[in-house]
Nanobody
Framework: QVQLVESGGGLVQPGGSLRLSCTASGSIFSVNTMGWYHQVPGKQRELVATITSSGSTTYAESVKGRFTISRDNAKNTVTLQMNSLKPEDTAVYYC?????????????????WGKGTLVTVSS
């Protein structure tokens, strides 16, 4: 199986910074697009940023210029550097990865999710 484990959430004051990391592990053949999504209670999970295996990135309009996504393909790790945080960034942040697992190779790339890490921006 494939597991995604996030780290780096916590409480930060407005204007502050946090760095989230996520590592994919398990029976991995290849990791394609990786990304971060966030969700607040009562709302749908929303895209924050994604990055392909070749390094192409996409960002939600609300985080452009403040957040930076990067990855280390050798370590199957994706990182989200969050700067100039705002109270409206408060949410549970989930890591996502499209992975071809060795155990389900014939099924191709499948979507996996981490359990989430809480980011709270408050004074």
């Amino acid at each position: 199986q494939v597991q995604l484990v996030e780290s780096g959430g916590g409480l930060v004051q407005p204007g502050g910074s946090l760095r989230l990391s996520c590592t994919a592990s398990g029976s991995i053949f290849s990791v394609n697009t990786m990304g971060w999504y966030h969700q607040v209670p009562g709302k749908q999970r929303e895209l924050v940023a994604t990055i392909t295996s070749s390094g192409s990135t996409t960002y939600a309009e609300s985080v452009k210029g403040r957040f930076t996504i990067s990855r280390d393909n050798a370590k199957n790790t994706v990182t989200l550097q969050m700067n100039s945080l705002k109270p409206e960034d408060t949410a549970v942040y989930y890591c996502n990865a499209y992975v071809v697992a060795t155990t389900t190779f014939r099924l191709g790339s499948m979507s996996y999710w981490g359990k989430g890490t809480l980011v709270t921006v408050s004074s």
